[in-house]
């Protein structure tokens, strides 16, 4: 079966600080990966996709970044953070094409404050 | 531009039924989600409609009306566990998904 894990929990982080969150898929093979961010009383926004190794699509122009080094493994980072990037990360995957239900399966995500 | 409305917020007595509605105006459809969140977790799916008509799984079920733009999640003999967020998301023409901004579904004993 299938497993998606994504680190850290929480963090607390000062303004101007770097940032990388990490997440990997398990039992699968060349997943298509995604970061959102989820703000209070709004809907999940899409930050970053991946269809394969390196190749990011970014939909929000920020200060964040996304890399994917391999196969399975996908990072969200950013070199200065702003206090506008404090919320609820999530990575999740789905099968490779767009056809059919091809479920999103989340990670448990990662809780960001920045102060 | 493209829209999802659900909601913000329903209140439930444990053992009822409770519908859950969602419209939506997008550029194209390829199908529609409903995903259950528990407060502080990660949202869990729960159906998948890409045809007009009734999807029924256990207690939970979902209409599609694409004609309308509406689809609705309905959950019967609810449990206190049922509270949560529940979110309407749509794939568009570019299989995109567009996320609503959830439900919050409160149950009272």
């Known amino acids: 079966s299938q497993t998606i894990h994504q680190w850290p929990a929480t963090l607390v982080q000062p303004v101007g600080s770097p940032l990388s969150l990490e997440c990997t898929v398990e039992g699968t093979s060349n997943p298509n990966l995604y970061w959102y961010r989820q703000a209070a009383g709004r809907g999940l926004q899409l930050l970053f996709y991946?269809?394969?190794?390196?190749?990011i699509s970014s939909e929000v122009p920020q200060n964040l970044s996304a890399s994917r080094p391999q196969d399975r493994q996908f990072i969200l980072s950013s070199k200065k953070l702003l206090l506008s990037d404090s919320g609820f990360y999530l990575c999740a995957w789905s099968k490779m094409g767009a056809s059919g239900a091809n479920v999103l399966t989340f990670g448990a995500g990662s809780r960001l404050t920045v102060l | 531009g493209q829209n999802i409305d659900q909601p913000t917020e329903m209140t439930a007595t444990e053992g009822a039924i409770v519908q859950i509605n969602c419209t939506y105006q997008t550029s194209g459809f390829n199908g529609l989600f409903w995903y259950q969140q528990h407060a502080g977790e990660a949202p869990t799916f729960l159906s998948y409609n890409v045809l007009d008509g009734l999807e029924e799984k256990g207690r939970f079920s979902s209409f599609l009306s694409r004609s309308k733009g509406y689809s609705y999640l309905l959950l019967k003999e609810l449990q206190m566990k049922d509270s949560a967020s529940y979110l309407c998301a749509v794939r568009d023409s570019n299989y995109q998904l567009i996320w609503g901004a959830g439900t919050k579904l409160i149950i009272k004993p």
């Open positions: 991946s269809v394969g190794i390196g190749q």
